[in-house]
C-alpha cells in the first residue's frame, strides 16, 4: 500500500528534549517536507526537500531541523522543544514539486511540549 | 498578504443542495491547484487537482480555476453529511505548497 509513515502518532515532551520524528514513504517520491498545522494559521510549511540531500527551509523553519540521507526518509528534528512547538505535524510526499504534482500526507503527529 | 485565502466558515448548507468554497491566491506564477477534505484531527485527503482554466469535474465535485482573476473554486453537487469536514485550498508555487486556513463545511440532514 502507498503511504506515507509517520512515528511517533502523539508524544509529550519536556521543554528541552531534543526528540525526532521519522518520516518514510514507500512510493519513491523525489519531494518530501513537514508542515504544522495550527488553529487560525492552518498548514505551514517547515521544511521541504527536493531530493536527497538537497533541503530547503519553508514558512517556519525556526527550532527545527531536518535531514534526508536517503530518498524514503525525511525526519524532523527538535533540537530543543519550546511549548510554541507544540502542534500537530504532518509529513507529506510528492512525486516532485511543479505542475500536476499532488501532495499525499501521513497520518499526523501530535506533539505537546510542556 | 497571505498566498491562499479562505472563508473560514462555517458554512451550512441542508442535505442535497450545492456547497460553494472560494479560494484567491496571491502568485501569479502558481501553478497547480488542489482541494483537500480534512477531518479534525484527520490528515488531508486529495478531493482534486486542477491547472487549467475552466472546470474539472469528478463525480459530485467540481473545481472551477480562472487564473485571470486567482480565484479557486469547488462545487459539491448533492452535499451529504459525511461531506462535512474542513475543506483545504492549496497551491504549488514553484518548489512550495501552500494552503489556506481552511472553509468549515457542515451539512445537515
Known amino acids: 500500500e502507498a503511504q506515507v509513515t509517520q512515528n511517533p502518532r502523539y508524544l509529550i515532551t519536556v521543554t528541552g528534549k531534543k526528540l525526532t520524528v521519522t518520516c518514510s514513504q514507500n512510493?519513491?517520491?523525489?519531494?518530501m517536507s513537514w508542515y504544522r498545522q495550527d488553529p487560525g494559521l492552518g498548514l505551514r510549511q517547515i521544511y521541504y526537500?527536493?531530493?536527497?540531500?538537497?533541503?530547503d527551509k519553508g514558512d517556519v523553519p525556526e527550532g527545527y531541523k531536518v535531514s534526508r540521507k536517503e530518498k524514503r526518509n525525511f525526519p524532523l528534528i527538535l533540537e530543543s522543544p519550546s511549548p510554541n512547538q507544540t502542534s500537530l505535524y504532518f509529513c507529506?510526499?510528492?512525486?516532485?514539486?511543479?505542475?500536476?504534482?499532488?501532495?499525499?500526507f501521513g497520518e499526523g503527529s501530535w506533539l505537546t511540549v510542556v | 498578504q497571505k498566498e491562499v485565502e479562505q472563508n473560514s466558515g462555517p458554512l451550512s448548507v441542508p442535505e442535497g443542495a450545492i456547497a460553494s468554497l472560494n479560494c484567491t491566491y496571491s502568485?501569479?506564477?502558481?501553478?497547480?491547484f488542489f482541494w483537500y477534505r480534512q477531518y479534525s484531527g484527520k490528515s488531508p485527503e486529495l478531493i482534486m487537482f486542477?491547472?487549467?482554466?475552466g472546470d474539472k469535474e469528478d463525480g459530485r465535485f467540481t473545481a472551477q480555476l480562472n487564473k485571470a482573476s486567482q480565484y479557486v473554486s469547488l462545487l459539491i453537487r448533492d452535499s451529504q453529511p459525511s461531506d462535512s469536514a474542513t475543506y483545504l485550498c492549496?497551491?504549488?508555487?514553484?518548489?512550495?505548497?501552500?494552503f489556506g486556513t481552511g472553509t468549515s463545511l457542515t451539512v445537515i440532514p
Open positions: 526537500s527536493m531530493n536527497v540531500e538537497v533541503t
Open positions: 507529506a510526499s510528492s512525486p516532485r514539486a511543479g505542475i500536476g504534482n499532488t501532495i499525499y
Open positions: 502568485d501569479r506564477g502558481s501553478q497547480s
Open positions: 492549496a497551491v504549488n508555487t514553484g518548489n512550495q505548497f501552500y
Open positions: 512510493m519513491n517520491h523525489e519531494y
Open positions: 486542477i491547472y487549467s482554466n
